[in-house]
């Protein structure tokens, strides 16, 4: 089996790792190589596909389920348990909505939909991600979100929540949302894309010690947008803003976000009372 490029799923094993699901580096094993019957199997699937399926199950969520791929014989693609609710639709055919989706397919990583999700036993009505890792990265914090412990008003962890105009800071947040969902972001160590309108951009690496990303999801009916700052960041200090009590990722956050939007989201919340504090 060719080594090829790893680039998008040594981002989604990064990412595992650095939520907690899998030892880093990862050692493949004959298991993981067989996976695939020879080289011209390897060959004829797109190569993010095949790179999962030898790679995927290194990343255990610790409740029995693995990011694995199951392929069978009619082509059907399965992922994490083998059943039929948790379907993968490669390549699928893309809505509207999704156009953004189709410009910028890449033929090695290609869009996918499921029904599968971490949130309810029943599956949820189908998404479309940008591209198979997205689908993966989506698994990874899905799965953390809904096994780590929330507020007394049922939201995950510590975040703010801001409704900005796109436009703001030179269009830095329509930039964001619309350039393609494969363009790395300065100040990120992985992003993703799902449902045509929201993009996730992950603010720490393995060397922090905690997790943070922020949620940018476009309004679609006007110029609007929400931004949310998650972290697991400990809080530096009792009731405050959300700066003075979680300086790390807002000095992260800040990187990503820009000059010219930063403000607008930790600075002058008073002039944007959409604005939202939660904590534990």
Known sequence: MEEGNWVEIGEVIELGGQYGYCELPVILTADDINTHANKTAYGSLPRVLTQLMVVGRHVAFGDGKRLQIFRHANGEVRAIEDEPGFRLTIDPPLAHGDYLYQQHRLQHDTPVQ???????????????DASLSSFAKRMIIDHFKQTHPRTHRGYWGYEQHTELDKRVGGSRLDTLLTQSPHTPVAGCS????????????????GSHPFVAWIILEDELIDDNVWVTVKATEAPACGTAAFKIRF?????????????GVAPHVFDDPADYPHTDYDHF
Do not use: K
Request: aromatic share 14%; proline share 7%.
């Open 114 to 128: 499921s029904s599968i999700d971490f949130y309810d036993e029943v599956p949820w009505s189908p998404t479309i």
């Open 247 to 259: 300086p790390l990722t807002s000095a992260l956050a800040r990187v990503m976000l820009g000059a």
């Open 190 to 205: 992985t992003t993703y894309s799902s449902r045509g309108y929201m993009r996730y951009l992950v603010l720490t690496n």
